[in-house]
């Protein structure tokens, strides 16, 4: 009894206290970041914004969910109800699992695997299957040709991406997202690598299904893609999950590139300022640059997507990978 | 010890239930949904085993490359799902003794394994244990350093054949208009614009 207290119930408290601790602020993020994105645009149309809900408008995302949730949750007679359901919950439950392996500072994660890149790159690239379900069990045309677009522009910018990922475990010589952080000190990846960070970061944009790439969801030719027939719940389990993925692309990307918890210059008032805090700082900073681009950017069109992820990215991220790989070698900079 | 054999007991059982719903399930994309889960537990066994890196490339090749695919296939196609049936006793025989080669096959793995115990561990590259080297770092010994040969040449033999597939299907359609990114960027302006003098009343 002694040992079944001490070996599985309090170990498991621990593990679900420190899951709360990481997917608590994670959702609460959610919302301000959708607040963040409207406030942005705003500003970059020279609008207001929202502002009208609590002080400048904070509390608006939390009124917006408040009003969805209150609404019928619709299932289509032609839907297939099973599939239909559980896409919406495949696109959140991944969103949320992925940053259990996210380094927050040293030594501050849930899961510190051996091959925490791998996992990352693993449920990133699921991401696709909720969408390409929900589009399925629609049984309507519009989530259907959502669907196709996606899980083909999904599959596409992953190849570069793991290229991409490729080159900085050569300089990393670990697959541990704490290492990759560490092997950081000093110099960033993304100057030495900047090719390869601005390839990632396109490539997330498109991962995310993000505007210029947003063609799963244009509104103006699909009105709104794989999200047509879902209304309520399911709806909002879509749109959280949709702004946690970008926030673990920015994450991931922060890690991969930016040096994760570390602060630019290892000298006085930067390092007193605790490495989560960092972390956050350039989450942030990436998000912007998502919601930048959604006020700059017109949509690709669909050949076009095609071609600059196989005729452009691809051999790009395979170049640098081989110029990466014989730098290394050439200079003996392999690490040990 | 317990939950480790309960867990296992979980993903094993979950393996062979939803590797019949596979073949039962009426529906081909459920059977694809059904054999993405499977692909799922089995990255599960993998890492109870400690194959951590081969549980994630199980995950991001099979489930997040390959299965993509085939439900990309099996959504698109229109298929009476009564007729699909019909063939059924049809291809019994060739499958049951399709199915009867494995399980031999199987049991002789096994069987080598409790009959001689001992050449369990010399046939193949000797394991490094857990705690000396991270499994990612022993696969990498393996393949690249041991059998650095023979992977080359089998990455020859998947290009070659990757090559072929695309060889195959490429066709090119007449009387498409494709956009030449490199013609647009190369197109100087006295080849788009022509000034000429118009007089008054004649035309062009």
């Known amino acids: 009894m002694?040992?079944?207290?001490?070996?599985?119930?309090?170990p498991g408290l621990l593990i679900l206290a420190q899951i709360l601790a990481v997917l608590l602020p994670v959702m609460i993020a959610v919302a301000f970041v959708v607040?963040?994105?409207?406030?942005?645009?705003?500003?970059?149309a020279l609008r207001r914004g929202p502002?009208?809900?609590?002080p400048w408008g904070l509390m608006q995302s939390f009124a917006d969910f408040l009003k969805v949730f209150l609404k019928e949750t619709i299932i289509p007679t032609g839907a297939n109800k099973v599939v239909f359901l559980a896409a919406p919950l495949v696109t959140f439950i991944l969103s949320m699992v992925a940053w259990a392996v996210i380094p927050f500072g040293p030594g501050l994660v849930v899961a510190d695997i051996n091959v925490g890149i791998l996992f990352l790159f693993a449920i990133s690239s699921l991401g696709v299957y909720g969408i390409i379900m929900a589009g399925w069990a629609s049984n309507s045309r519009y989530p259907f040709l959502g669907a196709l677009r996606s899980s083909a522009q999904m599959v596409s910018y992953e190849v570069s991406m793991?290229?991409?990922?490729?080159?900085?475990l050569l300089c990393v010589g670990s697959l541990n997202l704490s290492a990759i952080v560490e092997a950081q000190r000093g110099l960033w990846f993304a100057i030495p690598l900047f090719p390869m960070f601005v390839i990632f970061f396109i490539s997330a944009l498109a991962e995310t299904n993000r505007h210029p790439f947003d063609l799963p969801e244009a509104e103006s030719e699909l009105v709104a893609g794989y999200m047509v027939e879902y209304s309520s719940v399911p709806f909002v389990l879509f749109f959280l999950g949709e702004y946690a993925n970008m926030m673990l692309m920015s994450a991931m990307t922060a890690v991969l590139f930016l040096g994760g918890w570390l602060p630019p210059l290892d000298i006085a008032p930067f390092n007193w300022i605790p490495g989560p805090i960092w972390l956050t700082a350039k989450i942030v900073l990436l998000l912007f640059v998502f919601i930048w681009v959604r006020a700059t950017f017109p949509r690709y069109r669909y050949d076009q997507l095609m071609r600059l992820g196989w005729k452009v990215f691809l051999p790009a991220s395979l170049l640098w990978v081989v110029i990466t790989a014989g730098a290394l070698v050439a200079f003996d900079w392999f690490p040990k | 010890m317990v939950l480790q054999e309960i867990t296992f007991y979980l993903f094993s059982a979950i393996i062979v239930a939803s590797g019949v719903m596979v073949i039962a399930a009426r529906n081909p994309v459920h059977s694809v949904l059904f054999l993405i889960l499977a692909?799922?537990?089995?990255?599960g066994l993998f890492i109870l085993v400690g194959a951590e890196f081969l549980a994630m490339i199980m995950v991001i090749v099979y489930v997040g490359a390959v299965a993509v695919l085939f439900l990309f296939v099996v959504m698109m196609l229109d298929i009476n799902y009564v007729e699909l049936r019909q063939g059924f006793l049809n291809y019994l025989p060739i499958g049951a003794l399709i199915g009867f080669i494995l399980l031999v096959e199987l049991v002789f793995v096994l069987g080598t394994r409790f009959a001689t115990p001992e050449t369990v561990g010399a046939t193949g590259a000797p394991i490094p244990p857990?705690?000396?080297?991270?499994?990612?770092e022993a696969l990498?010994?393996?393949l690249y350093t041991r059998y650095i040969y023979l992977f080359q040449a089998s990455g020859m033999v998947l290009l070659v054949a990757m090559i072929g597939a695309i060889v195959l299907t490429l066709r090119e359609r007449g009387g498409?208009?494709?956009?030449?990114?490199?013609?647009?960027?190369?197109?100087r302006r006295d080849e788009a614009v022509e000034v000429r003098k118009v007089t008054p009343g004649s035309g062009i």
């Open chain 1, 2 to 10: 002694d040992s079944l207290w001490s070996g599985y119930v309090i």
């Open chain 1, 162 to 168: 793991g290229f991409v990922i490729v080159t900085v």
């Open chain 2, 140 to 142: 990498g010994q393996v």
């Open chain 2, 176 to 187: 498409v208009r494709r956009q030449s990114i490199a013609r647009q960027v190369a197109r």
């Open chain 2, 130 to 136: 857990l705690s000396e080297m991270t499994n990612t």
């Open chain 1, 51 to 54: 502002n009208i809900v609590g």
């Open chain 1, 35 to 44: 607040y963040f994105e409207r406030k942005v645009l705003a500003w970059m």
């Open chain 2, 39 to 43: 692909f799922f537990n089995a990255a």
